[in-house]
C-alpha cells in the first residue's frame, strides 16, 4: 500500500466520523423544528448529545495521531485543524438542540410566535449550508452564511427588545426569547463552520 493512499485512508476516516457527527446535529435540529411546530413532543436527545460528544473526542484523537504520523504541512495540516474546529461547533449544535429541547418540556403547551419558526428553520438552513461547503471543499457557497447569521440575530435583538418595553412579560414571549437565544448560539456555530472553511480552504483545494 502506498504512503499517500495510507494517508488519504486515514483522512476519510476522520471525514466519515465528522459525517456523522453533522448527521446526528442535523437530526437534532429537526426533531425540534417538529416539536417548535407542534408536531410532535419536546424530544430526549441526551443519546444524541452522548453520542455527538463521543464523535468531537475520537475525531480529535484522529487528528492528533494523523499528525503524529504523517507530520502533514501546509493545507493539509490547516484541513486536519479545521476537522477539529468543526467536529466541535457540531458537537455544540447538538447541546444547543437538547437545550431547545429541555425548555420547551418545561412548557409543552404554549404556541410560538413564528419569529421562533422561521429563526429555527434558518439556523438549520445555515448548518446545511456552512457544513456542506466544507465538506464539498468549495467555501465560495459557504459565503451567505453571515448573512443568514445576521437574520437570526436580528430577529432575537427585536424579540428581546419588544420584551425590554414590556412593563408584563408573559410566559409566552419568556419562552420565546429564550428559545430563540439558543437558535442564535446555533447559528454562530454554523457561522464559525462556514468561517472556517473560508479561512482553510479559500486559496484553493487541499492535495492529499
Known sequence: MSEATSREEDLGHMEANLDR???IALESLEKVSRALKGEAPAPDLSAEVALAEHLKDTIYS??????????PLGRILLYVESIIKV???????????????????????????EVVLEASETSREMVMK???????KKPSEARGVEELDSRVDEAYRAYTGKITSSDLIRKEDALAALILRQIERVADHATYIARETIRALGGGGIAI
Open 21 to 23: 457527527l453533522f448527521r
Open 62 to 71: 484522529e487528528a492528533l495521531f494523523f499528525i503524529a504520523k504523517w507530520q
Open 87 to 113: 467536529s466541535y461547533d457540531l458537537f455544540r449544535v447538538s447541546r444547543y438542540a437538547n437545550e431547545i429541547a429541555l425548555t420547551l418540556s418545561q412548557a409543552p403547551d404554549v404556541k410560538l410566535p
Open 130 to 136: 456552512a457544513y456542506r461547503a466544507f465538506r464539498s
